[in-house]
């Protein structure tokens, strides 16, 4: 459902050579992504971090070469160097669905800058436009899936955010969960979903299992074997 459009490889390779010496430089290269009408869809999320006490955030560091410095980003276009996979790993398999992608560009971001590059354009045909949001989707096979989205961003929220964030999380969560029912949603299709936050909220959550990154490299080296 993606299709990029014929340059978009050569854009970030040329952002690339253009910018940085070494691949080790940089943790990705992203490219900007749109929908069937024009509208942005995968946004990514820009750095605000200031690089040290005292600085102001540098995102807009290489605006004039067309590049946003961004913290989290979508993998439906993403060029990752060699270095970026072997130092920290692959997409963590116990988020499931939803999230994966956020949970590795913030692993990496960490430590690498990473790059929205906006003359490298795709376009995603995706089923339901916009943010993920459980009071749009209108597969009802799919609400169970939601489960998993919240509790996946929670655990981010957590481990890359800080406790105010988290804590945010959970409140928003349980507001969304009750509107839900109020709009006349059945419990029982938001009832995990509901059971995961009061855990939260009283502090039994069991959270998303973090495997060590060669773990699950190895996890999914066998499975492709098989």
């Keep these: 459902d993606v299709i990029p459009a014929p340059t978009?490889?050569?854009?970030?390779?040329?952002?690339?050579h253009k910018n940085f010496k070494a691949p080790e430089d940089i943790g990705f290269l992203v490219s900007q992504s749109v929908d069937a009408e024009g509208r942005a869809n995968n946004v990514p999320t820009i750095d605000t971090r200031p690089r040290q006490l005292g600085e102001c955030a540098n995102w807009g560091l290489y605006l004039d070469q067309g590049m946003v410095s961004i913290r989290t980003a979508p993998l439906s276009a993403l060029l990752m160097p060699r270095t970026t996979y072997d130092t920290f790993g692959n997409l963590n398999p116990e988020f499931i669905v939803w999230g994966e992608d956020t949970d590795l560009t913030f692993r990496i971001t960490e430590q690498r800058p990473g790059f929205l590059v906006g003359m490298s354009k795709i376009l995603h045909l995706r089923g339901q436009p916009g943010d993920i949001s459980i009071f749009l989707e209108e597969d009802k096979r799919r609400v169970p899936n939601f489960y998993y989205l919240y509790r996946n961003m929670l655990y981010v929220r957590r481990r890359y955010v800080g406790p105010h964030a988290y804590l945010n999380g959970i409140a928003r969560g349980l507001l969304e969960t009750a509107q839900l029912v109020a709009a006349g949603i059945e419990l029982g299709e938001v009832q995990d979903i509901i059971d995961d936050l009061e855990q939260r909220a009283s502090g039994r959550a069991h959270?998303?299992?973090?495997?060590?990154?060669?773990?699950?490299?190895?996890?999914l080296l066998r499975e492709m074997e098989h």
Aim: no cysteine.
């Design 207 to 219: 959270d998303v299992q973090v495997a060590p990154l060669l773990d699950i490299q190895l996890r």
């Design 8 to 16: 978009a490889l050569a854009e970030l390779v040329a952002a690339f």
